[in-house]
Each structure stands twice: as structure tokens, then as C-alpha cells.
């Protein structure tokens, strides 16, 4: 949590005011910030200093590793929160790749399950990494990407976590996450959780222990209507200790995740939180 706030106080102190062309707003911004999270010792990295909707930011990350590219899907999963990118963005509206009400395109896990080769067909590349780890195997190349340049016209968003890289140290599973570009007010409170999720997930499944999860952020940025209840309201508070996370032990495969899994697998023990803030969402 300090390293959070660490990072939003920075922004506040030191960032330069960048125009933003997709979203029409101006953005504090900082270049470069390094994250880790301590999933051996269940620190869960969830931000105490507001209301943290920490099921939404699972049934994103549950949606990415099913492959999901529909909007519907992930509120059935728990979450409205890719209902903007899908639906009300006028680029999107208008790309005739777009089809129809609720599509995303070709995003995050329907690339990263169905990687296609340049030489035709296409690779599951998650299939891949949960095989090798089960196994004992780090060739170290165990990378999970959600970027491909080529596709960027077909989705309604590039990936802003875009690559997810494993490693495994004897029995221990660490994990390194990479993302380009960082909504520090809303969408970090979610990225930080689904890095810490994604390693205690693959750790689960794969017969691994957790170690650590190191969260490398590029572009991390207050959009200029955030500013005021980040700087004036959230960044007055303490912190609460960590909570820590519960996943179901019943979680033991992929093919688990990919069937029958739900937000009800997820708990969080020992949450103390200070009051919800709503901050303005740029599509
Ligand atoms: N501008 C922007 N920021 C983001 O963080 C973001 C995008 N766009 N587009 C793609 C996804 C969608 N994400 C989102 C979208 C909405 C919320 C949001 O509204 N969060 C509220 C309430 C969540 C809830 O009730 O479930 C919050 O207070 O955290 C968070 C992340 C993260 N990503
Ligand atoms: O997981 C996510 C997804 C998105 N974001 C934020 C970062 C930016 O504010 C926007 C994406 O805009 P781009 O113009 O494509 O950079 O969404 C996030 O923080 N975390």
C-alpha cells in the first residue's frame, strides 16, 4: 500500500501534464515505476486508503485467461468494467472490425490463447507455460503477451498490462508483469491486484509455491479530473494494514478456471478500508 501511494504522491509532486489525444484530457504523468508484491507471505496488495472493488479486478483477470473478447461476458463473470471500451468509445463505434454490441475484439486473452504464427495456425501460449511449469520447466521464455502491433486496429483497446512473465527458482514461482500505459487512480487498484492473483493462481494450479511478483509500470498518469480527489481527499488518509487473500484449494488446472471457476472462489480476510471514492472514468 505504501509503494501505492508513494507512486500517487509522486505523480502529484513531480508529474508533467501530457494531452492525451484518444481520451481529449490532460494526464499528470511520471515515466517509469517498479511494484513488487510479497504473494509468499499473502500480502495482498489492495488499497486500504479507499473502497476497493477487488471482485471486479478478479473477474477481469478470470476473463483474460479464458480468452473472453465480449463485454457480456465479463459482467457475467462480475464486472461492467470494459462496457465503456466496448461500447461507448466513438473509434471503436466506428471501426468496421467492430461487431456489434458489446464486442472488444481481439484483446488480451483472445490473443494470448490463440497466438497467431506468422506461418500460419496459432499458439496457446497459456496452455504452454501452465504445461512447463507443471512440470518443472522455466526455459526461460515462459512469457504470456497480450501485445500484437498487427492486431491493434482489430481491438477496441491496446493491452495495457501487456505481458505476463514466469520464472521458477526450485519450486518457487516468480512472476514479472509489464504494463505500457497506468490509470493510477482506478485502474491500478485492479492491475495490482490481478498481478498478485495471476501468480497465486499459476502457483496453485502448477503445484508451485508463490514468491514474488515484481509490477513494472512505463506510463503511469492522473487524468487531469481525478487530480483534485486524489491529491485533496485520498492522499490525506492512513493506510490499514494488508488482508490478505483466500483462494479456493479446489482450483487444482487450467480446464478449473476455465469451467467452473467463479468471483465466490475469491475471498479477502481482514479488509479495513476507508470510505469509496468515485473517480472519473476516460473512454
Ligand atoms: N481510462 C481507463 N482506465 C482504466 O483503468 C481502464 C480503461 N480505461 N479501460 C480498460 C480497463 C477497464 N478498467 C476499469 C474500468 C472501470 C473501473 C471502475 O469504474 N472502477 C470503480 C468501480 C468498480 C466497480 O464497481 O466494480 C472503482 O471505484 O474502482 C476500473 C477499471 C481498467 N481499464
Ligand atoms: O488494466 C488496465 C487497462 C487500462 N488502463 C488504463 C491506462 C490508460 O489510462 C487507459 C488506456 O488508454 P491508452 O490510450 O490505450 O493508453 O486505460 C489501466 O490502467 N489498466
Known sequence: ????????????????WVNNERTNKR??????ADL????????FPL??????????????????????QN???????????????????????DNPNRKGHDDMGLIYGALGRAFPKPTGGSVDLLKNIVNDLSN??????????FLHPGA??????????????????????????????CDVPLGLNFNMVQVYVLLALMAQITGKKPGQAYHKIVNAHIYEDQLAPMRDIQLTRSPFAAPKLIINPKIKSLEDIETWVTLDDFDVEGYEHHEAIKYPFAV
Request: glycine fraction near 6%; charged fraction near 20%.
Open 47 to 68: 488499497v486500504t486508503t479507499r473502497k476497493s472493488f477487488w471482485k471486479s479486478a478478479i473477474a477481469e483477470i478470470l476473463g483474460y485467461l479464458r480468452g473472453y
Open 136 to 145: 518443472g520447466v522455466d526455459n526461460r521464455g515462459e512469457i504470456l503477451t
Open 152 to 181: 491493434f486496429e482489430l481491438g477496441c483497446l491496446r493491452p495495457c498490462m501487456y505481458e505476463h512473465h514466469f520464472s521458477l527458482l526450485g519450486d518457487t514461482l516468480y512472476l514479472n508483469s509489464t504494463q505500457r500505459s
Open 27 to 32: 494526464c499528470l504523468t511520471v515515466i517509469n
Open 36 to 43: 513488487t508484491y510479497d504473494v509468499a507471505n499473502n500480502q
Open 1 to 16: 500500500m505504501k509503494q501505492y501511494l508513494d507512486l500517487c504522491q509522486r505523480i502529484v509532486d513531480k508529474g508533467e
Open 71 to 93: 463485454a457480456a461476458d465479463f459482467r457475467a463473470l462480475g464486472t461492467k468494467t470494459w462496457d465503456a471500451n466496448a461500447n461507448e468509445n466513438q473509434a471503436w463505434l
